[in-house]
């Protein structure tokens, strides 16, 4: 049995809403146990005797089946979620900027992401492994910093998503404890 974080795309904005009360009962009845939620943006700790690839196509499946929409996650081993965390070179909680994390399901994507946004004019990236990257903004201007808006086209919607380091630090907390 293994612990994950399950990172959700797109829930709770553009209609696609959720309540995770219905989202915590439909993943435990498949194939997980120990299902928790954190906050309503679509993060899920969880336990598994699958491979990281089986939950991302069972949790897919469910999602699908469930709720009715095209849904993809990113899988994370819940010691995976820590390496990367303690991978980024940049803080949890700054004065003047945020930290975020892009996570992905494909390498490929990642790199390709990597690379356009390394040539942006202020952008500060470090690639933190084949899934993941960090990256800045600043505070009060995340949505309209020029990675976020390279990261929210449609081409990468459905292989990655973001969240912000603290936000990491709770998923990292609550699989470690299950």
């Not at 994950?4 to 009845?29: H, Q, T």
């Not at 120990?34 to 990281?52: M, Y």
């Not at 973001?162 to 936000?167: A, F, I, Q, S």
Request: glycine share 6%; net charge negative.
């Amino acid at each position: 049995m293994s612990n994950y974080a399950v990172f959700l795309r797109g829930i709770n904005v553009g209609g696609i809403n959720i309540k995770m009360a219905d989202l915590k009962a439909a993943l435990n009845s498949r194939r997980f146990s120990g299902v928790q939620t954190l906050l309503a943006s679509g993060n899920v700790v969880l336990a598994s005797e699958l491979d990281p690839a089986g939950v991302k196509q069972e949790f897919e499946a469910c999602l699908r089946e469930t709720f009715g929409y095209d849904a993809w996650v990113v899988v994370l081993t819940s010691d995976r979620v820590a390496a990367l965390i303690e991978a980024c070179p940049y803080p949890a909680d700054d004065a003047s900027t945020h930290t975020y994390l892009t996570l992905a399901s494909d390498e490929a994507v990642l790199a390709e992401l990597f690379e356009s946004g390394s040539a942006l004019d202020g952008t500060e990236l470090t690639l933190l492994g084949p899934e993941a990257l960090a990256w800045l903004a600043p505070t009060g201007g995340t949505l309209d910093s020029p990675f976020s808006k390279l990261s929210s086209k449609a081409k990468y919607k459905a292989t990655t998503t973001t969240r912000n380091l603290r936000t990491m630090v709770r998923v990292r907390d609550a699989a470690a404890a299950l």
